[in-house]
């Protein structure tokens, strides 16, 4: 799955693009005030100990962790959109597939030059 939509990619560089925009507005608006929440949050619980946990701020710290979690994601399909983009643009992508294949049959792993264990 991930394979077919790299190769999606690679082919429609203007749908990269507009993933490619999707993901870093996604990535800006969930991560804006993330850090200043989460200090928020971990001085809360750090001020008011037992009390602070009774109130919520376990489960508010376990959402921002998953608004950190999904800014990741969102920034790592920005980052692949732009090395797709960029090699694109320079002409210098190697084909997955046939150079997998052939790492395979001279006995190296697939994205390495090292032998295969």
Known sequence: MRRAVIVYLRQHPLITVLVMAVAFIGFASSSVTLLMLLHANARFIWQSGWWAVREGALEQLAGLLGSGALALALYLVFKTCEKL??????????PVAAATKGQIEHGERPGTDCPAE
């Open 85 to 94: 983009l960029v090699e694109k643009i320079t002409d210098t992508a190697a």
